[in-house]
């Protein structure tokens, strides 16, 4: 069953785009039947909670932290994940770059824009992403890879269509220029199991999945 998903969801994506299947909150044995069905690339939430899971399931699973990324909480991910999409401000993005070379690794990162109508999400609002005075060439052991975006719950479509766009417009901007000369930058992160259709015709690269993969969420049970 949940394999049928994957391959239906897939087959839902644009050429370029992958899938994060988000596994937080569910057993190994659900995760385990996704791998077994080819999907080796996981979004986990929780920092705890990956690690623990990372040093049971299979090596070559690619990790992707999607998390609200806390500083402290690095040390239980940073020497083995492959991918952080929450990077929301300079400081953060120092704080990986002490983890990552303390590990004696190199981590890619997704800068996360705040483009929502609503205050509780987290990120750079496209003005301060901008003016960001953060020097990559001080970060050695972090290739900023792309863009993190989530757009305004709302059932309004056009809204969330043109929260989307903005952060396309927003990662075309910053590809053309600052990051012209990093090849590296080419992932924009957008896309949820209620809105990844709208975010892949607007230019996701990645799309986090977690529900319609592996149901209903139980946050009882979160590490």
């Known amino acids: 069953m949940i394999g049928e998903k994957i391959a239906n969801i897939k087959n839902t994506l644009a050429e370029g785009c992958r899938l994060v299947a988000v596994s937080k909150t569910k057993p190994v044995e659900d995760i385990m039947e996704a791998y077994n069905a080819g999907q080796r690339l996981f979004g986990e939430n929780y920092a705890t909670e990956l690690r623990d899971k ?4 299979p090596k070559d699973i690619e990790w992707h932290f ?15 994940v492959s991918m952080i999409h929450g990077v929301d401000s300079v400081e953060h993005l120092e704080d990986v770059e002490h983890a990552a070379a303390k590990a004696g690794r190199e981590v890619d990162v997704l800068l996360q824009v705040h483009v929502a109508k609503e205050e509780t999400k987290f990120g750079f609002l496209p003005e301060e992403l901008m003016a960001a005075d953060f020097d990559l ?10 863009l993190m975006a989530m757009a305004s719950n709302t059932p309004d479509v056009e809204r969330v269509r043109a929260d989307f766009r903005e952060a396309k417009s927003l990662f ?7 990051f012209a000369n990093h090849p590296e930058f080419r992932e924009l992160s957008m896309g949820m199991s209620h809105d990844y259709m709208l975010a892949v015709e607007e230019g996701s690269t990645l799309v986090r999945i977690g529900s319609s993969i592996f149901g209903a ?6 590490q």
């Open 137 to 146: 060439s001080a970060c050695p052991h972090v290739r900023v890879c792309g």
């Open 66 to 80: 999607i998390g609200h990324l806390q500083s402290k909480q690095l040390k239980y991910y940073i020497g083995f």
């Open 217 to 222: 969420r139980d946050y009882s049970k979160k």
């Open 54 to 57: 990372a040093a049971v399931l």
């Open 172 to 178: 075309d901007t910053l590809k053309a220029g600052r």
